[in-house]
Nanobody, 115 residues
Framework: QVQLEESGGGLVQPGGSLKLKCTPSRNIFSTYTTAWYRQGPGEQRELVASITAGGITNYSNSVKGRFTISRSNAENTVNLQMNNLQFEDTAVYYC?????????WGQGTRVTVSS
């Protein structure tokens, strides 16, 4: 079992930045693919970015060039640096970890982009 705890959400103006952090209950980075998903108001949950155990990253087209996913083994976190935030980035952001048939979700952290 893996618990995932997100932090770093909040209110930001358009063009601003936020950094989300996800802390697993144990170090899983050598085996799990970790990712950030988001779910906007009235929308389905969608993949934002992912990073494999080998460090390969993937981004949705809507965030490519603005968001960066990374890991810190020292801090045991997977991070999402979000720059140039736009209104459409408003959503609850969820951390996700996958290994084979195992899937774990965090409780989510809310990001609101508003002027």
């Amino acid at each position: 079992q893996v618990q995932l705890e997100e932090s770093g959400g909040g209110l930001v103006q358009p063009g601003g930045s936020l950094k989300l952090k996800c802390t697993p209950s144990r170090n899983i980075f050598s085996t799990y693919t970790t990712a950030w998903y988001r779910q906007g108001p009235g929308e389905q949950r969608e993949l934002v970015a992912s990073i494999t155990a080998g460090g390969i990253t993937n981004y949705s087209n809507s965030v490519k060039g603005r968001f960066t996913i990374s890991r810190s083994n020292a801090e045991n976190t997977v991070n999402l640096q979000m720059n140039n935030l736009q209104f459409e980035d408003t959503a609850v952001y969820y951390c996700h970890a996958n290994w084979g048939d195992l899937n774990y979700w965090g409780q989510g952290t809310r990001v609101t982009v508003s002027s």
